[in-house]
């Protein structure tokens, strides 16, 4: 029940595309889902977070879509640029108490073809 | 301003032996964490602090211990290092409000 899912594991786009990464939850209690982008050599960076009262949110080229009734959320990349490549980690926080007690996807390594 | 502070980037250790990864942060963040890293494995906590003088485990915490002394300060240590501990080793911080964590640039290690 603690686990997030995360896919696919790898991900080639053309620059201009749309890279899509998909994660799924188990835990109801979750209430804080964040996406962290990690580039080589580098500790993990928070790119954008959504909480489960909203079902999209949006920073610049990238988007959040959560589905609280599937228990799933989604990262999309618009235009998708060569600097996108990078590993992207979704997580789930277990309760508001401590949002940085998180459970972390597999990762995705994303690369962008230009 | 340097965020968090990790030593040593890379070490070798052989079975047995032990060590003390560091870990400092200059925000004055009460909250600190400390993550190991495996191929295709995602971020696994193994033990986190919400202030100087407590600290709680993770998800993986065996084979390892933290202090935490002051608010900058938030050493791992390794003691009787297996091979199972290759790894590498993230420390992390974040205010108590906010959950973003900032993340050092890691330590890898490896047990041979």
């Known amino acids: 029940q603690q686990q997030v899912k995360q896919s696919p594991q790898s991900l080639i786009v053309q620059k201009g595309g749309i890279s899509i990464i998909n994660c799924a939850y188990e835990?109801?209690?979750?209430?804080?889902f964040p996406w962290y982008q990690q580039f080589p050599g580098k500790g993990p960076a928070l790119l954008i977070a959504?909480?489960?009262?909203?079902s999209e949110k949006k920073e610049g080229r990238f988007t959040i879509s959560f589905n609280k009734s599937a228990k799933q959320f989604s990262l999309h990349i618009m235009d998708s640029q060569p600097g996108d490549s990078a590993t992207y980690f979704c997580?789930?926080?277990?309760?508001?108490?401590?949002?940085?007690?998180?459970?972390f996807g597999q990762g995705t390594t994303l690369q962008v073809k230009p | 301003n340097a965020g968090v502070t990790q030593t040593p980037k890379f070490r070798i250790l052989k079975i047995g032996q032990s060590m003390t990864l560091q870990c400092a942060q200059d925000?004055?963040?009460?909250?600190m964490y400390w993550y190991r890293q495996d191929p295709g494995m995602g971020l696994k906590l193994i033990y986190y602090?919400?202030?100087?003088?407590?600290?709680d485990k993770g998800e993986v915490p065996n084979g390892y211990n933290v202090s935490r002394s002051t608010t900058e300060d938030f050493p791992l240590r390794l003691e009787l290092a297996a091979p199972s501990q290759t790894s590498v080793y993230f420390c992390?911080?974040?205010?108590?409000?906010?959950?973003?964590?900032?993340f050092g640039e890691g330590s890898r290690l490896t047990v041979l």
């Open positions: 992390a911080s974040s205010t108590s409000n906010t959950g973003e964590l900032f």
């Open positions: 835990n109801t209690a979750f209430d804080y």
């Open positions: 959504i909480r489960p009262d909203v």
């Open positions: 997580a789930a926080s277990p309760g508001s108490s401590n949002t940085g007690k998180l459970i």
């Open positions: 925000m004055n963040h009460n909250y």
């Open positions: 602090s919400v202030g100087a003088g407590i600290t």
